[in-house]
Structure formats: structure tokens, C-alpha cells
């Protein structure tokens, strides 16, 4: 699977399974995502993540016990195996503390899901069985907020602490609160991602209503004075609309803050059809965005190949500078 593939699979974003195949874990219940099936494809050094459904263009074909391959009508765009997940994705305890959100961003299903708070005992004891399993090389929490950003901040620092003692690097991602990068740093976290989602300020407000763009940006500066430059992470909606001018724009002043943009097309999820602009981005935008965010991460002195948690680490569902291309 070279760059061009994948980037169709990610443009496409789905795939229709033979039942064999379907996978039998559970759903995803991060992002925008949360609530699908979901699989994780290896081909040569790219892996790639694409939501199942029966419609899609994209099929899966078993050419052995161990190959499959990913056809497009009559042609086959890529050879290679299936990854099982370890939670979430592979090779990472990549955990939903929290399921459900007091906020409505419109790309995003986990408020109309409201789904479960996982306890400390139950993420710790989901942690230490991916342990068991001799795969895990990462934790990465993520959460949705419950009552407030603060109580959020305050309850997934306590499970980092308690998770503190398992030798593999930990990442956070949650909505940023009063001095949450020094409480979660001290926690133990090592690396840290607080979303942007939409970088063009004229969309911002639409998409992502009583939520602030700069305070999101200003915690993003702060959290790099506490954690250090290439261990920030942001990840930003592509598909909403937004111009490629305020996408570049922002990309540059995230990197130059020394955070890495994560930009993930977006998924019309069917709980939010109609709300808001959803178009999945072509694998040509795909790529140019990618080139872009790159360079620039080469101007800045970033290396998305040392990331240790989370989406850059994982590359299933984007295209990551370094790793990718």
C-alpha cells in the first residue's frame, strides 16, 4: 500500500466485509466515530482503519488464512492482513473514560450516544489485561466531559496516576481546563491533545457551538511549555467546509507553537446528518494537506515519527507526516 492507496482508502472511509471477517470486539466509542464497526488494515509499513458498511465501494476479499486484499470493483488497490485491535487500536490501551459530552459539537456522536463513565478500577483493570497480552506498547486516554472540563481533568489525572506504575508512555486527550496540563504533567502523563477540530474561525463557531477557538489555542501554548515541544497534539476536521487558507494558516501557527496538527477527515456520522456541512475530502486534498503539514513541520523542527501515544503513533486513521510520508 503506497501513499496514493491509502489516501483512498482514508478519502472513502469504509468497507464491506465478508461475515468471516466481521470483527467481533467491541465498537469504537471515541470521536466522531463513536458507536461504528470498525477494522485496521496492514500492508507493508501502513496500516489504515476504515468503518464497515455494507454499501461501501470498497471490499474486503480473503485471498488466505493470513492475506486479504481490498478491491474497488474489479480492481485490487491493496494486499495485506488484518491487525486485531488491542482496545481501540492496535498496540495501545486506547481508552474512553468518559462516553458521553455536555457539549454539541455537530460532527460528533458521543453526546446523542450518552454513553458510560468508566470507572478508575475498570480502565485500570482494562489496562493491565492489555498488558497480559505482551502487545501493549502505549496508553492513550480520551474523554468526553461529564459535568465540566475541570471535574473531567481532575478524575482522568487520578487514573493516570494509577496507571503510573506500567512501564509504557501514557497520552491524554481531553477538553482543556484551568491549569489541566500542570495537573495531568504531574499525573504522569507524557504526552498531551487537546482538540481544535475546526481551524477556519468563520465555521468555528458553527460547528463547535459554546466552545472557544482561543481558548483552545492558548491551552495548546500552555501545555507546550509544560510538556514540551513535540509532545502537544490537535486534531483538526477536515471536510466541514473549511478553506484551504485557513487550514494552512492554522496548521503553520500550530506548528510554530511546536503542536502537531492531526488532520483527520471527517465522518458523517448518521446521528448528525443534515446539522451541519459534512463531505468527506478527496485523497488528492488528503495529500496535499498532509505534504503541507510536513513541510512545515520540517520548517519547525517536529518529527511526527517520535510521537510515543495516541493518533501519530497509531497512523490508522490519517496521513502522519514521517510515518506515512
Not at 485496521?40 to 470498497?58: I, N
Amino acid at each position: 500500500m503506497d501513499l496514493k492507496t491509502k489516501a483512498r482508502l482514508i478519502a472513502v472511509g469504509t468497507i464491506e466485509l465478508p461475515l468471516a471477517c466481521l470483527p467481533s470486539g467491541p465498537v469504537s466509542t471515541a470521536g466522531p466515530g463513536a458507536g461504528e464497526m470498525s477494522i485496521f488494515f496492514r500492508s507493508g509499513d501502513k496500516r489504515v482503519r476504515l468503518g464497515v458498511a455494507e454499501s461501501s465501494p470498497l471490499k474486503l476479499v480473503e485471498l488466505s488464512k493470513d492475506e486479504v486484499a481490498i478491491m474497488e470493483g474489479n480492481e485490487t488497490l491493496a494486499k495485506g492482513r488484518l491487525e486485531a485491535p488491542l482496545l481501540h487500536c492496535p498496540e495501545q490501551a486506547y481508552i474512553t473514560v468518559s462516553e458521553r459530552c455536555i457539549y454539541n459539537c455537530k460532527f460528533c456522536a458521543v453526546p446523542k450516544l450518552s454513553g458510560s463513565v468508566k470507572s478508575q478500577d475498570q480502565v485500570v483493570e482494562m489496562v493491565e489485561q492489555a498488558l497480559a497480552s505482551g502487545n501493549l506498547k502505549a496508553i492513550s486516554l480520551t474523554s468526553g466531559v461529564e459535568i465540566s472540563p475541570e471535574k473531567e481533568v481532575a478524575r482522568v489525572a487520578e487514573i493516570v496516576s494509577a496507571l503510573r506504575h506500567i512501564d509504557v508512555p501514557i497520552g491524554v486527550s481531553v477538553t482543556p481546563a484551568f491549569r489541566s496540563s500542570e495537573i495531568l504533567k504531574r499525573a504522569g502523563a507524557d504526552e498531551i491533545k487537546y482538540n481544535v477540530e475546526c481551524l477556519d474561525p468563520d465555521l468555528f463557531g458553527k460547528v463547535c457551538p459554546g466552545v472557544s477557538l482561543d481558548e483552545i489555542k492558548a491551552a495548546l501554548r500552555g501545555a507546550v511549555k509544560i510538556f514540551g515541544r513535540g509532545k502537544v497534539f490537535s486534531n483538526v476536521i477536515i471536510g466541514l467546509g473549511e478553506s484551504d487558507k485557513a487550514l494552512r494558516d492554522g496548521i503553520d501557527e500550530l506548528a510554530k507553537m511546536g503542536v502537531f496538527p492531526g488532520l483527520r477527515a471527517i465522518y458523517p456520522h448518521p446521528l448528525r446528518q443534515g446539522e451541519i456541512y459534512m463531505e468527506r475530502p478527496s485523497a488528492e486534498r488528503l495529500i496535499e494537506l498532509a505534504r503541507y503539514t510536513r513541510d512545515v513541520l520540517d520548517k519547525y523542527g517536529l518529527r511526527g515519527d517520535l510521537a510515543k501515544t495516541m493518533c501519530y503513533r497509531c497512523t490508522g486513521c490519517d496521513l502522519i507526516p514521517h510515518r506515512d510520508l
